[in-house]
């Protein structure tokens, strides 16, 4: 059973500080998007890759975030210094790169910036 | 702007209700559109989804959707709903040639036993 698989599940952190959440992915999808969930916005598309390169991060706030893909199998999300309104649920989600795709979406992790 | 729209913020239903969640895009051309249901401390899941062909579709747990395109809607429906479909239901969409999906606020469904 192919899942997304995403880490930490949960972290709490102090403002400031860097915060690294990882996906990775089911095998042979090609394209993966990072989503922001809040009770005020709602889920937001942060940023997506295909086949590695970043063909939209207009949703990201450039100055503090950063998203990257090492390699086919892992994608990062960067939080640099991270503040308390980056508090939320930050999911990962992965498609096989055709248009109109469907989406399988990671476990999420649950983010509280103290 | 473009958008997606969910009416009913929070519906609280009892058991063996029939339920129907609305859901408006205002996208012009061809979309594809998404019903994502998402339990409580979970991630998203996909309930169902419209590529082309007939509108009526069919998802898991008893779920379908009915896509009018004259009234751009896409609303879930079920006919008698458990206490188990107690979620947030999510209607997403994306426009043709575009990886872009867009997802409404969510509609939190609460089903009393």
């Known amino acids: 059973d192919a899942r997304v698989t995403q880490t930490p599940r949960h972290k709490v952190t102090e403002m400031g500080q860097e915060v690294t959440m990882r996906c990775q992915p089911i095998?042979?999808?090609?394209?993966v998007f990072w989503y922001r969930q809040t009770m005020m916005q709602g889920l937001e598309l942060l940023a997506y890759f295909r086949n590695r390169a970043p063909l939209d991060d207009s949703g990201m706030p450039k100055d503090r975030f950063s998203a990257e893909m090492p390699d086919a199998t892992l994608a990062t999300l960067k939080i640099q210094p991270s503040e308390p309104r980056d508090s939320a649920v930050y999911f990962c989600?992965?498609?096989?790169?055709?248009?109109?795709?469907?989406?399988?979406f990671g476990p999420g992790t649950r983010l509280l910036v103290l | 702007a473009q958008s997606v729209s969910q009416h009913n913020h929070h519906v609280i239903l009892s058991e063996a209700a029939s339920l129907e969640l609305g859901c408006n895009y205002s996208?012009?051309?061809?979309?594809?559109l998404f019903w994502y249901v998402q339990y409580p401390g979970q991630h998203l899941q996909l309930l169902l989804k419209y590529f082309s062909g007939d509108p009526l579709v069919k998802g898991i747990k008893g779920f379908e959707a009915e896509f009018i395109k004259s009234k751009f809607s896409f609303n879930l429906r079920k006919p008698s709903v458990q206490w188990s479909d107690t979620a947030e239901y999510f209607c997403?969409?994306?426009?043709?040639?575009?990886?872009?999906?867009?997802f409404g606020a969510g509609t939190r469904l609460t089903v009393k036993p």
């Open positions: 997403a969409v994306i426009p043709y040639n575009n990886n872009d999906m867009r």
């Open positions: 095998l042979g999808h090609n394209t």
């Open positions: 996208y012009g051309g061809t979309v594809n």
């Open positions: 989600a992965s498609g096989t790169g055709q248009f109109q795709e469907t989406q399988y």
